[in-house]
């Protein structure tokens, strides 16, 4: 068995993608793919938990309790979200559309969007765009596809690993996108990865929700949930091997999607908006790891603390006072540690003696940058990923509609 880190997307078998400009939005703009998927693909998927899902959640969510599907159907410059009963007949006559140019059930199409929330979808325009991007299906499309669902994103994000299983080469390909309205809540973004490994379809969703949990699920730029965020994990079993439930096979191809489900996860958040800095936030000897997430995400969800590290000042007290509004029970803080890379800022319940002002500042001045907390109450540990909030932050979101 081997795991290979390649840089470019490699194709998998049984998968071919076609990508348009469709003027969803905007003119001479990549904004429409179709993902071909050969028959008896499995798919795993987690979406958003965003009361107001948009109605391509709704859909895709029915279709995947129907039928395996044959075809995704991915749209950039309009979310369908907020567009009430209307938004939801749009979105099945998208899928319809397909299905009828490609003689398939409207069930084996899976619909998905991204962009404005609150607009209606231009259904005719998509629907137009549909024989052009056939006809460009073709297997090494993935990085085209990757540029394709971006939004305010600034660049692609794709991710490969090859492998071996029983002796049989395994691709698993992977592309999302997302830069803002960025919040766990199962996935925040769109995210795609295929294998061309077989996989039970219960085991399927069990190796997508653990590799969800350890990437997708553990990074925020803005502590936004969106209403259209949805990964899915898609199994053509082309290339003849399969993924037992168990031993050496099975932890090797978990480990190659939990990686690729980590590289695009932080791809989002060095591609945050405005981001400068990529932040890890570690907590250390937390009771459970839900309090530790929780304590992370007081830090990493705090303009105090975002802003100091875009102004690359080493203002600690922020994140003293972070861990101290979390809402930990009966906290130690005399048992409290906080470091920024290797410099300790905080012991014993106070400024460490030995810290001082330009240790700080010579952290803050790097571009990649972890802030560990220890509790002191037990050996649970989480770590998550966030960015700092800088002045393009507020302008990239200000002018987002005009």
Same mark, same amino acid.
């Given at each position: 068995m081997r795991i290979e880190d390649l840089m470019e997307p490699l194709i998998v078998a049984g998968v071919r993608l076609g990508v348009v400009c469709a003027g969803i939005r905007y003119p001479n703009r990549r904004d429409l793919v179709v993902v071909e998927l050969a028959a008896g693909t499995q798919a795993a998927a987690v979406f958003t938990r965003n009361a107001f899902c948009a109605a391509p959640v709704t859909v895709a969510r029915a279709h995947l309790a129907a039928a395996n599907p044959r075809y995704l159907l991915i749209n950039t410059g309009n979310a369908n979200a907020g567009t009430g009963r209307q938004g939801l007949i749009d979105a099945e006559a998208s899928c319809r559309a397909l299905a009828e140019q490609t003689d398939r059930q409207p069930e084996e199409v899976l619909p998905f969007s991204t962009g404005v929330i609150g607009e209606p979808l231009p259904l005719s325009r998509l629907v137009a765009g549909l024989p052009s991007a056939l006809a460009a299906l073709?297997?090494?499309?993935?990085?085209?596809?990757?540029?394709?669902? *971006?939004?305010?994103?600034?660049?692609?994000?794709?991710?490969?690993?090859?492998?071996?299983?029983?002796?049989?080469?395994?691709?698993?390909?992977?592309?999302?996108?997302?830069?803002? *309205?960025?919040?766990?809540? *199962?996935?925040?973004?769109?995210?795609?990865?295929?294998?061309?490994?077989?996989?039970?379809?219960?085991?399927?969703?069990?190796?997508?929700?653990?590799?969800?949990?350890?990437?997708?699920?553990?990074?925020?730029?803005?502590?936004?949930?969106?209403?259209?965020?949805?990964?899915?994990?898609?199994?053509?079993?082309?290339?003849?091997?399969?993924?037992?439930?168990?031993?050496?096979?099975?932890?090797?191809?978990?480990?190659?999607?939990?990686?690729?489900?980590?590289?695009?996860?932080?791809?989002?958040?060095?591609?945050?908006?405005?981001?400068?800095?990529?932040?890890?936030?570690?907590?250390?000897?937390?009771?459970?790891?839900?309090?530790?997430?929780?304590?992370?995400?007081?830090?990493?969800?705090?303009?105090?603390?975002?802003?100091?590290?875009?102004?690359?000042?080493?203002?600690?007290?922020?994140?003293?006072a972070a861990v101290g509004r979390s809402g930990l029970d009966d906290l130690d803080l005399e048992r409290v540690t906080i470091h920024l890379d290797e410099i300790g800022i905080v012991r014993n319940g106070g400024r460490a003696p030995d810290y001082t002002e330009e240790q700080g500042q010579s952290v803050m001045a790097r571009p990649e940058i972890t802030i560990r907390v220890g509790l002191g109450r037990g050996e649970a540990v989480a770590r998550i990923w966030t960015t700092d909030l800088s002045f393009d932050y507020v302008r990239i979101n200000a002018e987002y509609r005009t």
């Open positions: 073709r297997p090494d499309g993935w990085a085209d596809a990757a540029a394709g669902i *971006m939004t305010t994103d600034t660049r692609s994000k794709s991710a490969s690993r090859r492998l071996t299983l029983a002796g049989r080469e395994v691709t698993v390909t992977g592309i999302a996108k997302g830069a803002g *309205m960025i919040r766990p809540d *199962m996935a925040t973004m769109l995210a795609f990865v295929a294998t061309d490994a077989a996989v039970d379809p219960v085991l399927l969703q069990q190796i997508l929700v653990e590799a969800v949990a350890g990437s997708f699920n553990a990074i925020t730029v803005d502590g936004d949930t969106s209403t259209n965020d949805a990964c899915l994990l898609l199994a053509t079993g082309q290339s003849g091997a399969s993924v037992p439930p168990v031993g050496d096979d099975h932890s090797c191809f978990t480990t190659a999607v939990g990686e690729v489900c980590v590289e695009l996860a932080q791809a989002i958040i060095r591609d945050g908006e405005g981001a400068t800095k990529f932040i890890t936030v570690l907590v250390e000897g937390g009771q459970d790891v839900a309090e530790c997430r929780q304590v992370a995400y007081t830090i990493a969800h705090s303009p105090l603390i975002k802003t100091a590290f875009f102004a690359c000042d080493p203002n600690w007290g922020r994140i003293l």
